[in-house]
């Protein structure tokens, strides 16, 4: 804008008009007075002085020193009034970080890879069964498991494999470790169905003492399951990850999970969302309208938690939405602001992908994460790449919303959508028998920046009225997980849609 030079006039008439609009009115009592006029008041006139004492001078230096006593009067009166604003309003200071964990946390992946199934690939992770393993081992005083369905034994879906014998294994271990060490068992299940109850915990009810509480989503919620998988050690370790408390998840079906060792910064944080399950597991118990303080996290997307010796941030969402105290993140909230957030690609493996409700009696059409990846390969020219799970429970009405999706590949330069399917094929008439085995049952999500590492299926039941986490991080352990997608996708298990 074009810069206008000063008119002294202009200014003068100005000057006098706010006076005059000020209500300002003096009566001229004699004729020699100084008046609050422009006409007596110049101050880039050489006449004026600071130094001027006459009756009526606008300035004198005695001013100063008034104006600046003033001035520490108002800030010495309204700073307590501000602070006091500040302590019942702690929002108006903006998210709170936590401090960083010091921690010497042991933080990896873990998978289980099927009977047989071999990469021509050197990109292993440490067993789940090995993992397990280890948190019972390194047990010391109590141990807080969460999950919907327990099947660790053979006989416990009526088909005796040798294949169940690391779930056999690691069922017995629980039981030693409970007895040897004298440790606490604390179990939240799913409401189990009457014809098709929990036998491995009512056993560990009768032998071991275990306490068990089942969560009835149908009357907290009016519908869903509680499908966590949460192994919880001394509120210092921890596995979360896609794998039930199933013998298959351990030598038959595809698993990814995340194991924390050592690390009570986030183990604490965890513990506050098996807490939740507890509460609500509790006969007549329901969803408060608000959660108790001591179930709020400062741990989420906008102020994750540093782990200083891991080079990692980390935050722990939850689903569904009700279940999340203040200041949790809700899985979907941590997916799609994981998805927007991605400038270069997103790529997800994940057993069902579904953008609709799949166990209502009315379908309810939820295209929330899939208008997202639009979005993303659209306006940015995010590279967007699916691997979902090829096997003999597949809905055949997803494949019409997978092709829906890929049909946009290519739709302007550098839309880049892709969609393949992986199958965990049987290589014996033995395996083929299992019943509900060989597939990929991952569910996680990796762009150039971040990691997601859930228990859920991707349909709108799962984020509505399931039961679920979240493991949220940036840092080193994201190049494994972008390893082991790149692995599966390249895989001759892989192939396109």
């Known amino acids: 804008m074009e810069k206008t030079q000063d008119n002294p006039e202009k200014n003068k008439m100005g000057f006098k008009n706010l006076l005059m609009n000020g209500g300002l ?16 008041i110049d101050v880039f006139e050489d006449n004026f002085s600071i130094s001027d004492t006459r009756p009526g001078t606008p300035c004198k230096l005695s001013y100063f020193p008034i104006s600046i006593i003033l001035i520490l009067i108002i800030i010495i009166v309204l700073l307590p009034v501000f602070n006091h604003r500040l302590a019942f309003n702690p929002d108006l200071l903006g998210p709170i970080a936590p401090p960083p964990c ?8 873990v998978e289980s890879i099927p009977e047989n199934l071999v990469y021509n690939s050197s990109v292993l992770r440490k067993s789940t069964y090995s993992a397990w393993k280890e948190l019972l081992n390194i047990s010391e005083s109590r141990i807080e498991l969460a999950g919907m369905y327990w099947t660790l034994r053979g006989k416990d879906i009526q088909y005796e494999d040798e294949s169940a014998w690391q779930g056999e294994d690691i069922f017995k271990n629980i039981k030693s470790a409970v007895k040897e060490k004298g440790l606490e068992l604390w179990i939240a299940q799913n409401q189990p169905n009457p014809e098709e109850p929990n036998l491995d915990t009512e056993d560990l009810e009768q032998t071991v003492g275990a306490r068990v509480r089942s969560l009835n989503f149908t009357r907290l919620v009016g519908a869903g399951i509680l499908h966590t998988k949460l192994w919880l050690v001394d509120r210092k370790h921890f596995y979360v990850g896609s ?9 038959q079906v595809k698993e990814v999970g995340v194991l924390v060792k050592n690390c009570p910064c986030l183990a604490e944080d965890m513990g506050k969302i098996w807490d939740v399950y507890w509460a609500l597991g509790a006969p ?6 608000s959660w108790p303080d001591s179930l709020s996290t400062q741990i989420n997307l906008d102020t994750p938690v540093s782990v200083l010796n891991s080079h990692l941030s980390v935050s722990i969402s939850s689903s569904p939405p009700p279940f999340c105290p203040q200041g949790r993140d809700s899985d979907i909230e941590a997916i799609l602001r994981t998805i927007d957030s991605a400038k270069e690609f997103v790529r997800v ?30 306006e940015r020219k995010v590279k967007v790449e699916l691997l979902l799970s090829d096997w003999d429970h597949t ?26 399917m992986f199958r965990v094929p049987s290589f014996t008439p033995a395996q083929k ?3 509900f085995g060989r597939v990929n049952h991952n569910k996680y999500l990796v762009t150039e920046s971040t990691g997601f590492v859930g228990t859920s ?34 895989s001759s298990y892989a192939s396109d849609l």
């Not at 010091?102 to 992946?109: E, F, K, Q």
């Open 395 to 420: 809905i055949p009405s997803m494949l019409y919303y997978l092709r829906s999706l890929q049909a946009l590949n290519g739709v302007a330069p550098g839309v880049h959508i892709r969609v393949r």
């Open 457 to 490: 299926n991707w349909s709108a039941d799962y984020f509505i009225s399931t039961g679920g986490i979240g493991f949220v991080f940036a840092g080193a352990l994201r190049n494994d997980l972008e390893e082991l997608f790149q692995r599966d996708w390249n």
């Open 349 to 378: 493996a994940v057993m069902d992908y579904y953008p609709a409700t799949l166990y209502r009696s009315h379908t309810q059409f939820w295209p929330v994460i899939d208008n997202a990846l639009r979005k993303a390969a659209i």
């Open 284 to 289: 007549g118990a329901s969803v408060p309208k």
């Open 243 to 251: 794998a039930n408390f199933d013998w298959r998840s351990l030598t």
């Open 433 to 435: 028998k299992v019943p």
């Open 102 to 109: 010091s921690d010497t946390c042991d933080i990896s992946l």
């Open 25 to 40: 009115e003096k009566k001229q009592k004699k004729k020699n007075s100084r008046i609050l006029s422009f006409d007596s």
